[in-house]
C-alpha cells in the first residue's frame, strides 16, 4: 500500500537523500510508478471527453499500482487534474493519497479490482451504449467482437449509482466478462492495463452503434452471430497481433 506523504522528508524533517528521492519530491511526495500512473489515468479520462465518450465529468477511471486503486476526483474537470492531484485508495476504500474525494462510483471499481485480475477500469456514458441498455437484456450478436469481452455483453439491471447494489448488479453482469452496459445508465469494461479497458470500451460502444444502426432500417432485421460463429471467432481472436 502506497501511504500519503506530504512532502518528500523523513520523520524527523530530514530531507530524502538519492535519485528516488528527488523524483517523489518533484512529483509530490509519490513514488514514480504511481506518478506514472497517474498521468496515465489522466490521459485516459481525458480521451473519454475528447472521444465523446462521456460529457462533462460523467465518466470515471481507476488503475492500481499494487494495493492502491487510483482513481478519478468527483466533480473534477478532467483538463484541471495535475500531478499533484494524485487521489487514491486502498482496496477497502480508506482513502491513502490526496485530498480530493474519489470518484462516487468508488464501489463498482473497488468491486472489480477486489473481485478479478484487473489492473484498470473505465467507466462511460457512451450514448449509443446508454440506449441500448436501455432497450435489452443483452447486447444482441451483432459483430464478432463481441468475443474480445468475453461473449454476449449483458446488462447489469439499474440501481442507484454509486451504491453497493450497483456494484453487486455488475459483478454479476461483468461474470465470464470483462464488460457490460449499465442500465439506464453507461459502460464499465476492466482490463490488464489501461489502454485495453478502454479499447474494450470503444468496442462496446461501436457495437452499440452498430446494433441501434441496423435495427433501424424500416422492414429489416439484423442478422445476428450464432454462438457457435462466436466461439469460432473468439478461438482467431486469442492469436490476434504481434506476439509478446
Same mark, same amino acid.
Request: proline share 6%; net charge negative; hydrophobic share 35%.
Given at each position: ?181 449499465? !442500465? ?18 470503444? !468496442? ?24 457457435? !460463429? ?11 497481433? !504481434?506476439?509478446?
Amino acid at each position: 500500500m502506497v501511504e500519503q506523504q506530504g512532502n518528500a522528508r523523513g520523520e524527523r524533517g530530514d530531507a530524502v537523500e538519492g535519485p528516488r528521492g528527488a523524483r517523489e519530491a518533484r512529483r509530490g511526495g509519490v513514488p514514480e510508478d504511481v506518478a506514472r500512473a497517474w498521468d496515465d489515468l489522466v490521459g485516459t479520462a481525458r480521451r473519454t471527453v475528447a472521444d465523446g465518450l462521456v460529457v462533462g465529468t460523467s465518466g470515471n477511471v481507476s488503475v492500481r499500482v499494487g494495493d492502491t486503486v487510483l482513481v478519478t476526483p468527483t466533480g473534477v474537470p478532467y483538463d484541471r487534474l495535475a500531478s499533484d492531484d494524485v487521489t487514491g485508495v486502498d482496496l477497502s476504500g480508506r482513502q491513502v493519497l490526496g485530498t480530493l474525494r474519489p470518484t462516487s462510483e468508488l464501489p463498482m471499481h473497488l468491486a472489480i479490482h477486489n473481485a478479478t485480475d484487473a489492473r484498470a477500469v473505465v467507466h462511460t456514458h457512451a450514448v449509443h451504449a446508454t440506449a441500448v441498455s436501455t432497450l435489452v437484456s443483452e447486447l444482441p450478436l451483432i459483430h464478432y467482437m463481441s468475443a474480445a469481452l468475453g461473449g454476449p455483453v449483458r446488462v447489469a439491471p439499474y440501481a442507484t449509482y454509486g451504491t453497493p447494489e450497483l456494484a453487486e448488479n455488475m459483478l454479476r453482469a461483468l461474470t465470464g466478462r470483462t464488460g457490460c452496459l449499465l !442500465q439506464n445508465h453507461g459502460t464499465i469494461t476492466y482490463g490488464h492495463t489501461l489502454s485495453e479497458a478502454y479499447d474494450r470500451t470503444a !468496442q462496446l460502444e461501436w457495437m452499440s452503434r452498430v446494433w441501434l444502426t441496423a435495427s433501424s432500417v424500416p422492414g429489416r432485421t439484423p442478422h445476428l452471430l450464432t454462438p457457435a !460463429q462466436l466461439t469460432t471467432a473468439a478461438a482467431r481472436l486469442h492469436d490476434y497481433g !504481434q506476439p509478446h
